[in-house]
């Protein structure tokens, strides 16, 4: 059974910070990685999905890495803002065949302060 | 391009009673998705819908109940509500041929049982 670990569990960091936010899976055949963003109480909004072929992807000062043999995947955020508070959620796919299923961690509330 | 839109936005209810959420994917997708997000939690894999069947489950009670319409659409029902219902449901919308394609959240409906 896949199990998806986010550390830490809560962040908070002054502007202008660079992070790092850690995500461990426990089965490493998955098909791709996901990291999610999600406001209170609102839904996800994806921000990086990195294939199971790829080593990093990037969108701006976001930068997603996975290492898939070891089960492990980083979020980088460059110069944080305030505007960067959320919880961050990552969320590993099974293999193509057993469907498009999402396994999350339980995500790290991040807290970015002016 | 409208996205993922969930309906309705909030909804309360008492032990017992049924209640049925809705949910529209985004356009040119043909896979729905349900997921359960407790408080503080992760979102957690209720049943994916494709071809107006049910393709995978995750661990929840018979009570929870699904279907897809032609349109794509879906609906979740939650047969004699508990307590431990209470939660925001999460509809994800994807496209079957694109394997590798971001899967969409909704905003969510938030359910209460009292």
């Known amino acids: 059974k896949q199990e998806v670990t986010q550390i830490p569990a809560a962040l908070s960091v002054p502007e202008g910070e660079n992070l790092v936010l850690n995500c461990s899976f426990t089965d490493s055949a998955i098909y791709n990685l996901q990291w999610f963003r999600q406001d209170p109480g609102k839904g996800l909004t994806s921000l990086l999905l990195?294939?199971?072929?790829?080593r990093e992807q990037t969108s701006g000062r976001l930068n997603a890495s996975l290492d898939k043999s070891s089960g492990r995947s980083t979020l980088y955020i460059a110069a944080s803002q305030p505007g960067d508070s959320a919880t961050y959620l990552c969320?590993?796919?099974?293999?193509?065949?057993?469907?498009?299923?999402?396994?999350f961690g339980e995500g790290t509330q991040l807290t970015v302060n002016p | 391009d409208a996205g993922v839109t969930q309906s309705p936005t909030h909804l309360i209810k008492t032990r017992g009673q049924q209640v049925t959420l809705r949910c529209s994917p985004k356009s040119g997708h043909d896979t729905v998705s349900w997921y359960q997000q407790a408080l503080g939690q992760g979102p957690q894999f209720i049943f994916q819908y494709y071809e107006e069947e049910e393709r995978q489950r995750g661990n929840f009670p018979d009570r929870f109940s699904g279907h897809q319409f032609p349109n794509y659409s879906s609906e979740l029902n939650v047969n004699a509500l508990l307590l431990g219902d209470s939660a925001l449901y999460l509809c994800a919308s994807s496209a079957q041929q694109g394997a590798g394609d971001t899967q969409y959240f909704g905003p969510g409906t938030r359910l209460t049982v009292l």
């Open positions: 990195i294939q199971s072929s790829q």
């Open positions: 969320a590993v796919r099974r293999p193509e065949t057993s469907g498009s299923r999402l396994t």
